[in-house]
Every structure is written in C-alpha cells, then in structure tokens.
C-alpha cells in the first residue's frame, strides 16, 4: 500500500478503537481492506466503480462475505468523508448485497459425542462442552475466566457482540468443568508466557482438527455450529424461543430463528396435531335432487 493508504487506514484503526468496537471487528476490518488495497491497488483513492468491481468480482464469495466486505469499505470511506481526507465518499453509491435468509447448521447430539471420544485432549474437549453448553461464539470460549464463574448463583458471565457485558445461567456440565479449571485465570491461557487467553482463531482450530478426527466432513459445520446446536436443542426440547433468544443475547428475534432449526419429526408433531374430521364418500348432490 502507498504511504497515504497505510496512515489512513492506521488512523481508521484508532478512530475505531475511540469508538469501543470489539477487538475481533478491528481486525477484520483491517483485514478485508488491506486485502481489497492489495488486489485493486489502491485505498484512500479509490472510485465507486473499483468499488463496485470489487464487491461483486466474479470469485467463489458467499453473499454474506460480500456484505461484511462491504460494511467494511462504508466504514472506511464515511470515515475518510467525515474527517476532511475525501471530499466525497464513494461508498454512498453501492448497493445492498442481497443475500438469503440464513439456514440453521447445527451439529447433531451424535456428532458432538463423536467429537468429544475423537481423542481431542482435554483443552478441547472443554471448549466444545462451553461451545455447546453455553452456546458461546468462539470469541468468548477463549476468553473464560475463572472469575466468570458463580458457583453460588450459577451463572456464567461473558462479553457478546458489540462489547455488551452479560450473566447467563450456567449448565450444570460447564458448572462441573469449573471444578477443574482454574479460579483465579484464564481457562484457555495464551502459550506464550503473555497471561492472556487463546486467540479465537485458536479455538477454531482445534475445534475443527477434533470434528475432522471424529470424521465428520460436511463444510458446512463449524466450531460456531455448536451455538446453533445450542439453539436448536433448546426448541426441540420445547423452550420458548424468546428464552432461547435472551440465552443467545441476541437482539432481533429474527436472528434467532436463523440460528434455531426445527427437526422433521416436531414438524410432523405439530401437523398431527389437527383434528381429524369425518369426510362423506359421496356428494349427496344426486339424493338433494330426489328430495327436491
């Protein structure tokens, strides 16, 4: 990137980070634009019509991936716009990615036992009981610590999307785990002497390297499939989905749903439950006639 380019995007970095966004969105952004600088060859000059390209080059990009490149480049250049660096903000002018309605991914109860009797070491065995437990996004897997726990209330406390601390109640099985588990730190510790915690990306992979030992192969589930597992467990058995939603924490119902599949056997369930009715064999158009 030109020297401009790169003090932009540094001083977008800071105006972020002013603002209090969750570290893992600074990154990504971060990261979407050096990409996008990187293959256009240009940042802080760029036109609408780069922009345009761009986002709708013709690669194997999930609709969703557009979206969030795209809030991304917006981000940016409404920044760029608002501080005097760009007399226009070509952002303005690029449309809505459309993208379909999210289908729930969850892993089924059987594959989440393959996972744990996978020969995955107790570390993430750990992670995946928190994951499905407690339905927490891999973010907030890595960063449990011992003073999240309140055995006495038996809740778990957490940092959700937008930097939004939360107690939620605390399953038996994770409340259990805590037992053996450090009290005074940091449950999945950093290895490099920093007393920090995993990365997320951590998680991720030592998630995915037991669901792959498990045999598990469809691309379709990942470590986040356990928070939809969590959520779709909890429907099948019954908890009203706006309970399901404040367990999720998230805002919009509408999210939720995404996150909550209903199995073949509650939807026959629900469509049995419709009174049967006598129906006549005949029309009784040709008796009316006769009475008539």
């Given at each position: ?7 932009a ?6 105006y972020q ?9 600074i990154r ?5 634009l ?10 802080v000059d760029?036109?609408?019509f780069t ?13 969703g991936t557009?979206?969030t ?5 917006i ?22 990615v459309?993208?379909?309605k999210?289908?729930p ?8 036992d ?17 994951g499905y ?6 973010s ?11 055995l ?6 957490t ?17 259990e785990l ?7 730190g ?7 002497g ?11 992979d030592?998630?995915t ?13 990942t470590?986040h499939?356990?928070r ?7 429907v ?10 404040e ?22 369930a ?15 158009r040709?008796a009316?006639?006769i009475?008539?």
């Open positions: 990137m030109q020297f401009q380019d790169t003090t995007l540094e001083m977008f970095v800071d980070r002013a603002q209090n966004l969750a570290v893992t969105t990504n952004r971060r990261s979407i050096t990409t996008f600088a990187r293959k256009t060859g240009t940042l760029c036109d609408v922009l345009r390209r761009y986002i709708g080059r013709a690669e194997d990009v999930s609709p557009r979206r490149e795209r809030g991304a480049l981000a940016f250049y409404t920044f760029l716009h608002d501080e005097g660096l760009r007399a226009d903000n070509p952002s303005t002018k690029l449309p809505v459309r993208v379909p999210g289908k991914r969850p892993f089924t109860r059987e594959q989440i393959a996972m744990l009797n996978s020969g995955a070491y107790s570390r993430t065995r750990a992670m995946i009981l928190v437990y407690q339905g927490f996004r891999v907030s897997i890595a960063r449990v610590h011992g003073h999240d726990i309140d006495a209330s038996m809740t778990i406390g940092v959700v999307k937008g930097s939004k601390a939360v107690r939620l109640p605390l399953h038996e099985v994770v409340a805590s037992l053996t588990m450090p009290a005074d940091y449950w999945f510790p950093a290895r490099d920093s007393g920090g915690h995993v990365r997320s990306t951590s998680v991720t030592l998630i390297k037991a669901k792959v030992r498990a045999g598990i192969t469809d691309p379709k589930l470590p499939s356990l939809h597992a969590f959520g779709t467990d909890l099948e058995q019954g908890v009203d989905i706006r309970v399901v939603q367990l999720l924490v998230h805002e919009n119902l509408s999210t939720t749903q995404i996150y909550t599949g209903v199995s073949e056997s509650r939807k026959s629900g469509i049995a439950t419709l009174e049967t009715r006598s129906v006549p064999e005949r029309s009784g040709g009316a006639r009475a008539a």
